[in-house]
């Protein structure tokens, strides 16, 4: 069954400046014919010539418990595309399908948006910005799950107390229990990973995107996370978009392979077949600096 | 090291004592105050001219003032006014302040467009220049001063509010929270809020400092709480004209000025540890 589904999707960021947001994006663009307004009509035009396509026509489609890894050049236009996965951001053209249902369709409502959403999760970067510095592990490890608690349907986590579901999250993950009540800043950047995967993968979602999860940590950590994922996705079933330009966690975690140059995809191949001789050049070119 | 060590225990029991202290003198103001009425054997507006400008004696503890009236009775009552009045003005601008402060951080759009063009506005003149300003037009009395520090004060928190949103609402937690379908208001509450709540709580005990003595200058010249009632600054002015025979007369209500908004001053010292999660778990560890 197929998780996620992209066709032809389009995205182009004007040279004029927008916030980064869905409500800004749309807003920008109608604000653009507005502003130059009868001073301008060649601006207008001119501006269109100058935009930056980050997007050009993807297409793919990701089953359900399997690890679809991404991999490009800084700039290519991955994580781009996973905002607009997530919703951050808004495609110019195209169809995003979730989990049988059109993302960020005409007719849809608020309500059903955020249903929506409950079957998509992110782990970043950087997990030092990902958690709230205010905030215990506890709180924000059961962000999701307040958000969502009367729409879940859980398998493997037993929510009915919340004491006892945060600590099998924090099982889940291997970190001590101990942890919940501390905050951010006392934790070592790989516990803070873990503790964004303990939330991404708290309310078992569908699909999570990882985007560049291991970008951050020492070597150690980032072999111990990916081991951890790998785990995570045998047990729970998951599916995961493993966003990366390290060849080498991608290689380890995927069962496919998509590489990305200038927004286009230029290759896709199972991973045993990533070294093989007939390869796209730009993917050869990745594979002999790896 | 050993010395060191000392000395850091002894500052760490200062710091946990501090507070305790603080609380305790603020509460003995705030109860003396406000319990007043119950306990208290003059009639605080009660003039009887035949005893005016007593001493210190067993009836009069502080003396009377130039009507004839206890002074110690006055100065308990004004404290209720000057204090209730200052918090009851702090209060309302924060409840404006914050979530409009919140708001436009977080929404950005044209509730941010509008506010700012407010708050340029109010920027552009001294607070106390409007307030004179305000309660001149709306005409003398309490309700209007309060109203009139309220319309002064709230955007000064708004701001706040507003410049620390937005440097978090860009953060990747916030994403997260949005992608996970949280409602604004949710995200404003549990994830903003906290980051707000130690610089305001900070930022209005100083004010209250700033606004009590707001409310006795205003008075003093005033505009503020009318006669008969007693307000720390209306009893220094009525004081004024008796300065040379009876000093004290002013020296009373002054130095119960000084004496709250200092304690206010140190409230806002000891908020902003307490609020500060990094400093609060430094402080507890004594260096081995």
Redesign the interface.
């Known amino acids: 069954m197929s998780v996620l589904q992209v066709e032809h999707l389009y995205k182009t960021y004007h040279s004029y400046p927008s916030h980064i947001g869905w409500r800004n994006e749309r807003k920008a663009k109608s604000v653009e014919g507005a502003r130059f307004g009868w001073l301008g009509r060649w601006f207008k035009q001119s501006s269109e010539q100058t935009g930056v396509t980050a997007l050009d026509d993807i297409s793919f489609q990701l089953q359900q418990g399997e690890c679809l890894g991404l991999v490009g050049e800084s700039g290519s236009g991955k994580s781009t595309l996973a905002r607009c996965l997530l919703g951050i951001e808004s495609a110019d053209r195209g169809r995003i399908v979730l989990a049988g249902e059109e993302l960020g369709g005409q007719s849809q409502s608020e309500h059903q948006l955020r249903q929506q959403r409950r079957h998509i999760q992110i782990v970043f970067q950087n997990p030092t910005a990902a958690l709230n510095p205010k905030l215990t592990i506890r709180q924000s490890l059961l962000d999701p799950y307040r958000e969502y608690r009367h729409q879940l349907d859980l398998n493997y986590f037993r929510a009915d107390r919340e004491d006892r579901f945060a600590r099998q999250l924090m099982e889940a993950v291997e970190l001590p229990t101990a942890l919940l009540d501390r905050y951010p800043h006392q934790l070592s950047g790989g516990q803070r990973q873990r503790v964004t995967i303990a939330r991404a993968i708290s309310i078992e979602p569908k699909l999570v995107v990882l985007d560049e999860p291991t970008a951050s940590l020492d070597v150690i950590s980032q072999a111990a996370i990916l081991q951890l994922l790998a785990q995570l996705k045998q047990e729970l079933g998951l599916s995961y978009l493993f966003i990366s330009h390290d060849l080498a966690a991608v290689c380890q975690l995927s069962d496919r392979i998509m590489v990305m140059k200038e927004g286009q995809i230029v290759d896709r191949c199972l991973r045993h077949e990533l070294f093989e001789q007939e390869r796209h050049a730009y993917t050869q070119e990745l594979v002999s600096i790896f | 090291m050993d010395i060191v060590k000392k000395h850091h225990r002894v500052a760490l029991s200062m710091r946990r004592l501090q507070p305790i202290v603080l609380v305790a003198m603020l509460s003995v103001v705030l109860c003396a105050c406000g319990y007043a009425f119950f306990y208290l054997k003059h009639d605080p507006l009660l003039t009887d001219l035949g005893q005016r400008l007593q001493g210190m004696s067993p009836q009069h503890p502080l003396g009377t003032d130039h009507l004839g009236r206890d002074t110690f009775t006055r100065l308990l009552l004004g404290g209720q006014q000057t204090l209730g009045y200052s918090l009851l003005a702090l209060g309302t601008a924060l409840l404006l302040g914050i979530p409009f402060g919140l708001l436009a951080g977080y929404r950005?759009?044209w509730v941010d467009r509008i506010f700012v063009r407010i708050s340029n506005g109010f920027l552009a003149f001294p607070d106390t220049i409007v307030a004179i300003v305000l309660s001149g037009l709306l005409g003398a009395g309490i309700g209007n001063l309060v109203m009139a520090i309220v319309i002064v004060k709230w955007v000064n928190y708004a701001r706040l509010v507003r410049s620390i949103v937005l440097g978090e609402a860009?953060?990747?937690?916030i994403?997260?929270?949005?992608?996970?379908?949280?409602p604004s208001g949710?995200i404003m509450r549990?994830?903003l809020l906290?980051?707000v709540i130690g610089h305001v709580l900070v930022m209005a005990s100083l004010d209250l400092g700033k606004i009590i003595l707001l409310i006795s200058s205003f008075s003093y010249i005033g505009l503020g709480t009318q006669p008969p009632l007693p307000e720390w600054g209306a009893m220094l002015n009525d004081a004024r004209p008796y300065f040379q025979s009876r000093p004290e007369l002013m020296l009373f209500p002054g130095i119960a000025i000084v004496i709250t908004v200092l304690l206010a001053n140190m409230l806002g010292d000891m908020l902003r540890d307490r609020f500060d999660?990094?400093k609060d778990?430094w402080s507890r560890e004594v260096p081995s």
Not at chain 2, 170 to 173: I, L, N, P, V
Not at chain 2, 175 to 182: D, E, F, K
């Open positions: 950005r759009g860009e953060k990747d937690y994403r997260i929270a949005r992608t996970n379908g949280l949710t549990r994830h906290p980051h999660v990094k778990d």
